[in-house]
């Protein structure tokens, strides 16, 4: 049975810490469209309180998260334990996303020291946190970052960088607005 929690406290704080993997799910409104769910490594989420939550949105093949917070701003966050003792972590809660060309994503990147480039920032006030047993979860062993991601990012130039994330992540699979190159942007 699933047992609720009214805060992020000591107890779901560590097991949030010693996750090396989480999932982020999203959908736009309505019975059309895409759920998405993607996965993220690296040390790239940080708890702010007791109900609220940021993590490092560094880029990948689709704009999906960005568009659906856009949208409606849902978005469930799920951990599991793929070593110790089984268990499942969400958290539900209404979401944004600071991109890095928009105000106020300098102060929030600072967050995550380790990452120079990062597509945007979501930030995500929780308004359900919930555990439940995991017993159909495997174990796997850890073995370490793949660091592509990383790498990709760190030999373009900021300008590249940039003009590539507005050409890859103009909209969603689904039609929604991604991101927008700011007028008077050559």
Same mark, same amino acid.
């Given at each position: 049975?699933?047992?609720?929690?009214?805060?992020?406290?000591? $107890?779901?704080?560590?097991?949030?810490?010693?996750?090396?993997?989480?999932?982020?799910?999203?959908?736009?409104?309505?019975? &059309?469209?895409?759920?998405?769910?993607?996965?993220? @490594?690296?040390?790239?989420?940080?708890?702010? @309180?007791?109900?609220?939550?940021?993590?490092?949105?560094? #880029?990948?093949? #689709?704009?999906?998260?960005?568009?659906?917070? $856009?949208?409606?701003?849902?978005?469930?966050?799920?951990?599991?334990?793929? &070593? @110790?003792?089984?268990?499942?972590?969400?958290?539900? @809660?209404?979401?944004?996303?600071?991109?890095?060309?928009?105000? #106020?994503?300098?102060?929030?990147?600072? /967050?995550?020291?380790?990452?120079?480039?990062? $597509?945007?920032?979501?930030?995500?006030?929780?308004?359900?946190?919930?555990?439940?047993?995991?017993?159909?979860?495997?174990?796997? &062993?850890?073995? #370490?970052?793949?660091?592509?991601?990383?790498?990709?990012?760190?030999?373009? !130039?900021?300008?590249?960088? $940039?003009?590539?994330?507005?050409? !890859?992540?103009?909209? !969603?699979?689904?039609? /929604?607005?991604? /991101?927008?190159?700011?007028?008077?942007?050559?």
């Amino acid at each position: 049975m699933a047992k609720t929690s009214p805060r992020i406290d000591d $107890r779901i704080a560590a097991f949030i810490k010693a996750q090396k993997m989480f999932f982020v799910a999203t959908a736009p409104s309505g019975s &059309e469209g895409h759920v998405n769910v993607s996965p993220k @490594g690296y040390d790239s989420f940080r708890i702010l @309180g007791p109900k609220k939550v940021a993590y490092l949105d560094l #880029g990948g093949s #689709g704009i999906e998260t960005v568009a659906h917070l $856009r949208q409606n701003g849902r978005i469930t966050f799920m951990f599991c334990a793929f &070593e @110790g003792k089984a268990n499942i972590l969400r958290l539900y @809660g209404q979401g944004e996303a600071i991109c890095f060309d928009e105000p #106020g994503f300098d102060e929030k990147l600072a /967050l995550f020291p380790d990452f120079p480039k990062a $597509r945007a920032i979501i930030t995500a006030d929780i308004t359900r946190i919930q555990d439940s047993c995991g017993w159909g979860v495997p174990f796997y &062993e850890f073995a #370490g970052e793949r660091d592509q991601l990383i790498r990709t990012n760190a030999h373009r !130039s900021d300008e590249d960088w $940039r003009e590539r994330r507005y050409a !890859s992540n103009a909209e !969603s699979i689904d039609g /929604l607005p991604g /991101l927008v190159k700011p007028e008077g942007d050559a």
